[in-house]
């Protein structure tokens, strides 16, 4: 049985920009709320970066976006190929660019991410009522 992996930091930002000659990752706009003058609101783009470890074998990743009111999915990404990892102590990154979400309502979401179905790591955030600016 493969062990499931830790989560050592998941963070939700605007944009992932990844180097190419060395990898290193910057992340955009690091954010932990959402903020929307009406509802439903779509948001047209973000990502989330999750750094890992403790994992050995073969995996398929997959992050879920979930409304904590009503406890269901409303968003969904998922990384295209198996990932094979072989070296338990090496740390490993994901980034999922989420595009064309909708939230149907404020309250709290979280993000879970899922290693071959079990959850192993989770970041939750707000969506806001923003208020209409007043006229002056």
Partial sequence: MM?????????????VITEQETNKKSLIGIFENIGAMKFPFMHPSLSVYIKL????????FRLDLV???SNSVVGQGEIPNDITI???????ELVFNL????????????????????IFGQKTF?????????AE
């Fill in 53 to 60: 470890t403790e994992a050995r074998g073969t995996y398929r």
């Fill in 126 to 134: 707000n969506v806001s009522q923003l208020a209409p600016k007043a």
């Fill in 86 to 92: 072989a070296n338990p102590l090496a740390s490993h």
């Fill in 3 to 15: 062990p499931t992996p830790k989560t050592n930091a998941m963070l939700v930002c605007d944009y």
């Fill in 99 to 118: 595009r064309g979400l909708k939230f149907l309502e404020p309250g709290e979401y979280e993000f879970r991410i899922f290693a071959n179905d079990s």
């Fill in 67 to 69: 409304n904590l009111q």
